[in-house]
């Protein structure tokens, strides 16, 4: 069963500052990898998707990269604002089980301080 | 404005009721989903439907039931026999693989009285 890993689960960093979140997986016959905002109370946005054929995908200031052999990503913010504080969630769609389902990470809760 | 709507924002139920949960989407997406988000734990998947009248059950399906008559709504109902239905459920959908990026609603609170 696919297990999906985010740490740290808080981080507080200074504005300005750039940042890695971390996203492992136990399976890594995946079919594509997702990240996702969450802000408190809301539902998800879609941040970045990464196909099991891709190294990364860019988006502003962010990227996300795809080891998928060791069945790790990184999402890495430039230039980090107080309006990127938010929970980080990444999700994994597996190759098998049929349909487009995804398996999600508990997240990690980014506070970006003045 | 392209989106998924999903209502109540907020939901109370008495317990041994059955509540429904709304979920609309006018991108023309072919599948849908219901999660649930509990404190401290990851999205769980209750239900999916990649078509128009066909659905399979997702991590979590006792107690819950769905239908899809329309392919730009996916109802999820809450039944009584949910034991702790008491939590934030999250509707989404998708256009088919490859181009399966999912996209969510805001989401319905449901607290059980």
């Known amino acids: 069963k696919q297990e999906v890993t985010q740490i740290p689960a808080a981080l507080s960093v200074p504005e300005g500052e750039n940042l890695v979140l971390n996203c492992s997986f136990t399976?890594?016959?995946?079919?594509?990898l997702q990240w996702f905002r969450q802000d408190p109370g809301k539902g998800l946005t879609s941040l970045l998707l990464i196909q099991s054929s891709q190294r990364e995908q860019t988006s502003g200031r962010l990227n996300a990269s795809l080891d998928k052999s060791s069945g790790r990503s990184t999402l890495y913010i430039a230039a980090s604002q107080p309006g990127d504080s938010a929970t980080y969630l990444c999700a994994v769609e597996g190759l098998t089980g049929g349909g487009n389902k995804l398996t999600f990470g508990t997240g990690t809760q980014l506070k970006v301080e003045l | 404005d392209g989106g998924i709507t999903q209502s109540p924002k907020y939901l109370f139920r008495k317990e041994g009721q059955n509540v429904t949960l709304s979920c609309e989407q006018n991108?023309?997406?072919?599948?849908m989903y219901w999660y649930r988000q509990d404190p401290g734990q990851g999205l769980r998947l209750i239900y999916y439907s990649q078509i128009v009248n066909d659905f399979q059950k997702g991590d979590i399906a006792e107690g819950y039931s769905v239908s899809r008559e329309k392919k730009e709504s996916f109802p999820l109902t809450v039944t009584s026999a949910q034991k702790n239905p008491t939590a934030f459920y999250l509707c989404?959908?998708?256009?088919?693989?490859?181009?399966?990026?999912?996209?969510f609603g805001p989401g319905t609170r449901l607290t059980v009285l």
């Open positions: 399976d890594s016959a995946i079919y594509n």
């Open positions: 991108l023309n997406h072919d599948a």
């Open positions: 989404a959908s998708s256009m088919k693989r490859p181009y399966n990026e999912q996209f």
